[in-house]
């Protein structure tokens, strides 16, 4: 798994709370990314960043924020836990420039929110 | 923007059979097109990667993928199915720049 991380594993949280989620790794990766994975639409990215940082926004960004202040942690924050983003969350990491590089993932995390 | 497609949800074969997963891509330019697969309670692990070449594509556990430029696809074929080849599979697509798009996935299902 590239040397990725993730906590926690599992988190079961009310409506209206604050979240946050970990990724780590040890690859020394420029790029990483937040992706959420849903029954029947695959794996949507939500933000990634492409060094210290430097973040963008992906395909479902709304309500999610992300900081990366190191090259080896990306954190994802729900700001206020919706039920709508009860999903399992993968990170992933690049090494590479893009293009014909592969990307590597987490074990994810399981998020419920209640 | 590009996309992928996995026209099946379920894919079901008997061991020792051959498999195919199948995926097509929309993209504006060249595609670079991947297979990943999907164990229980697991990450996405890398199979393989079309990027120029060969259409014909070798990659882990015995399984290789055909690209077929005419017929935007990029199928996945395994000759023999073992019953532990089953999972979820992924093909995504990234164009220019860094932006991948996966497939919402085909469960397959060896039966022994």
């Known amino acids: 798994d590239a040397g990725i991380t993730q906590s926690p594993r599992h988190k079961v949280t009310e409506t209206g709370t604050p979240v946050t989620l970990r990724c780590h790794q040890t690859?020394?990766?420029?790029?990483m990314y937040w992706y959420r994975q849903d029954p029947g639409h695959g794996l949507r990215l939500i933000h990634y960043?492409?060094?210290?940082?430097?973040?963008d926004k992906g395909e479902v960004s709304d309500g999610y924020s992300v900081s990366r202040s190191k090259t080896e942690d990306f954190l994802l924050t729900l700001e206020s836990a919706t039920s709508s983003q009860t999903s399992v969350y993968f990170c992933a990491t690049l090494g590479g420039l893009g293009g014909t590089d592969t990307q590597y993932f987490g074990p994810g995390t399981r998020l419920t929110v209640l | 923007a590009q996309s992928v497609a996995q026209p099946e949800d379920q894919v079901n074969v008997a061991e020792g059979n051959p498999l195919t997963v199948k995926c097509t891509y929309s993209?504006?330019?060249?595609?670079?097109l991947f297979w990943y697969v999907q164990y229980p309670n697991r990450g996405l692990q890398f199979l393989l990667k079309y990027i120029t070449g060969d259409n014909l594509v070798k990659g882990s556990y015995g399984f290789e993928a055909e690209f077929n430029k005419s017929q935007t696809s990029f199928h996945l074929k395994k000759p023999s199915a073992l019953v532990s080849d089953s999972a979820l599979y992924f093909c995504?697509?990234?164009?220019?720049?860094?932006?991948?798009?996966f497939g919402a996935g085909t469960r397959l299902t060896v039966k022994p």
């Open positions: 995504a697509v990234r164009d220019i720049g860094n932006d991948m798009r």
């Open positions: 690859e020394n990766h420029r790029y």
């Open positions: 993209v504006s330019g060249n595609p670079y």
């Open positions: 960043s492409y060094g210290v940082k430097d973040t």
